[in-house]
């Protein structure tokens, strides 16, 4: 088991370093020379001459890698062409609003995804399944910027009930715990949980399906089991495969709010990449984008030790 | 294995009589067909995207307005207008004409990375899985080093370092597809390889290329089609969002998802015209995803 652990660990180095050769390579597929990503292109040919050298950048390939990776490690990503600053600054502020957005998502997502899933899976093949199912596809099949608008539409413009824009009150962008704080949390949070909502659906429901076909729910049906018996005998069967989900979607949405972030510009890393892109700021693009592709590469780690470790009937070798 | 060598003649016999012979039992593709005709919401869906497709094929003949050509005079009419029954976006350019001639790049952009990933990741997965050994180690795990990369990231990555384009946006896409498909692939080929009819198809003498062709193919490529089908509704929802960002088509070329991102600013002054072009990626994407599931339960694939 620790071995198994350890293992699991210990495997994942190599797939971080090539996560993050990926992310090194994004600068060099980009068109044109990458120094353009270091000095603006007014810059006079000395001066490019100088930082080429002082970057490395006349090295050869894996020399490079190897300077950009130490650099990296420290926390180093380099600086923001559009404003100069370190991309970490800029990024560690939007990291804790995406991940805010995140999790109050997936955890909404999960919830419902689960009363659906559950309820589908016990009842397979009435009208309460066929509706959650339903559900479940049309949450996996809309595109979430347009239901992002839609919102905005049904409970801003018409409704006026809720903020259409930002985080916090005249564009603030850092958190509070107070009520116009989380007013401005409650469509983001709507819109981005219904992919995890659909997905969780999805898998609870297949399950409870095939918990509840088994031999011991009929034993457990016989011995005189109360229906809230059988219940927490289902749940604990079901959880950890339906939380294994639900961690993964949690990556899948840090990664994959930027269409939302850019709807109700939410100052997160969606919004971030979305003005890098426009900016073409390359280091900020890729800075943010190693960041986010690490934290899934950590999350799948950690999802699948604490599944091994929850889960007994898992034995990996 | 007869196909590897010359048929003999009680076996060209045998396919004559064959031939002739009334059908007696039903084969697998009758028997998927005879499924899919009672299963009514996959006909529905089907029917749906053929009518779609018909009508952004013919949007030339059916388009009533050109869907370049703008007025400062009508922009921003609402649905239902005289003239202009879905109304007018931004630049005062029919919203009914831009939607038909839309579809032709949205549907484009939705199934092409699909297609090319499925070519790409079935040549990939099931060389990985039919040859095994070392070559499925290099495959495989450059395979999980894309798979480390939550999708929309992924795709929003390489667009964003190689710039808009379409091009480049059928290039990030088709990347995004290939490990999936490559993963499932080389499952399902695994499974296959294990069966007796490989080995005996071995034994007889035949090569791994004709027993790939010949045994192989013929079983995976079923479920690995599946697969990809339903990857379409994600690649017309990821498409469309490169294009909302401003990553895939470039105006004035007019896309579904582009349109959503031009017309978001007017959202307050016509919010129902606005959304309309994110209703279309909704409809073809939940089809798409519907008609994928009734293709798997008709074809009876696991998974």
Same mark, same amino acid.
């Given at each position: 088991m620790i071995l198994y652990l350890a293992r699991r660990i210990v495997y994942a180095i190599p797939i971080a370093l090539a996560v993050g050769f990926v992310c090194f390579m994004l600068v060099q597929i #980009? !068109? =044109?020379? !990458?120094?353009n990503a270091i000095v $603006? !292109?007014? #810059? $006079?040919a000395d001066v490019v001459e100088q930082v080429r050298r002082d970057y490395g950048l006349d090295k050869p390939l894996p020399v490079q890698f190897g300077l950009w990776l130490s650099k990296v490690v420290v926390g180093d990503l380099g600086r923001s062409l #559009?404003? =100069?600053? !370190?991309?970490w600054a800029d990024l560690r502020s939007a990291i804790g609003n995406t991940l805010m957005l995140a999790f109050c998502a997936s955890g909404l997502g999960f919830v419902l995804g689960c009363i659906l899933g559950g309820l589908a899976g016990t009842f397979r093949g009435s009208a309460i399944d066929r509706g959650a199912t339903g559900i479940a596809v049309a949450g996996v099949s809309v595109p979430h910027y347009w239901l992002g608008m839609v919102m905005v539409v049904i409970f801003s413009v018409q409704l006026n009930w809720l903020p259409a824009m930002g985080a916090g009150p005249g564009g603030s962008s850092d958190w509070g715990w107070d009520w116009e704080h989380i007013k401005h949390l409650v469509l983001p949070t709507i819109t981005l949980s219904v992919i995890p909502m659909g997905i969780v659906t999805r898998t609870v429901r297949g399950i409870v399906a095939e918990i509840m076909n088994q031999e011991f729910i009929t034993a457990l049906r016989g011995k005189g089991m109360t229906r809230s018996g059988i219940f927490l005998h289902v749940v604990k069967n079901a959880a950890p495969n339906a939380l294994a989900v639900m961690g993964l979607q949690l990556g899948y949405l840090m990664g994959g709010s930027i269409l939302v972030e850019t709807v109700f510009s939410w100052p997160g890393t969606g919004l971030l990449l979305n003005s890098a892109i426009f900016q073409r700021d390359l280091p900020v693009l890729q800075g943010t984008i190693l960041v986010l592709a690490m934290f899934f590469v950590a999350l799948n780690l950690l999802v699948d030790l604490v599944q091994t470790t929850l889960d007994p009937r898992i034995k990996r070798a | 294995m007869s196909t590897a060598t010359t048929p003999t003649a009680a076996e060209a016999e045998l396919a004559v009589q064959a031939r002739q012979a009334p059908v007696r039992s039903q084969g697998y593709w009758a028997g998927v067909f005879k499924r899919l005709r009672r299963d009514p919401v996959t006909i529905a869906c089907a029917a749906i995207l053929l009518l779609m497709l018909l009508a952004i094929v013919f949007a030339p003949l059916l388009?009533?307005?050109?869907?370049?050509q703008g007025s400062m005079i009508r922009r921003l009419r609402a649905i239902g207008t005289p003239n202009y029954l879905l109304g007018t976006d931004e630049l005062g350019r029919d919203i009914l004409t831009r939607l038909l001639y839309g579809g032709r790049l949205s549907w484009f952009m939705g199934i092409v990375p699909v297609a090319f990933a499925f070519v790409i990741g079935t040549t990939l997965g099931v060389t990985a899985g039919f040859m095994g050994g070392r070559v499925n180690m290099a495959i495989m795990r450059v395979t999980d080093v894309f798979y480390a990369f939550p999708s929309v990231l992924l795709a929003v990555a390489i667009s964003g370092a190689l710039g808009a384009g379409i091009f480049n946006a059928i290039l990030s896409l088709t990347l995004v597809f290939v490990p999936q498909i490559i993963r499932v692939a080389e499952s399902v080929t695994q499974g296959v390889r294990s069966l007796d009819f490989v080995d005996a198809a071995r034994a007889s003498g035949a090569s791994g290329f004709t027993i790939v062709r010949v045994h192989v193919l013929g079983n995976v490529l079923g479920p690995i089609f599946v697969y990809a089908t339903g990857l379409i509704s994600v690649c017309m929802i990821l498409s469309s969002g490169l294009s909302f960002l401003g990553l895939g088509t470039k105006p004035p070329e007019p896309e579904w998802g582009l349109m959503l991102n031009t017309l978001r600013t007017a959202i307050y002054v016509q919010p129902w015209v606005a959304v309309l072009p994110g209703a279309c990626i909704f409809v073809t994407s939940i089809c798409f995803n519907l008609l994928s599931d009734g293709l798997r339960q008709a074809m009876d694939v696991k998974g």
């Open positions: #980009a !068109p =044109g020379d !990458p120094i $603006p !292109p007014d #810059a $006079p #559009a404003t =100069g600053r !370190p991309v | 388009a009533p307005h050109d869907p370049y």
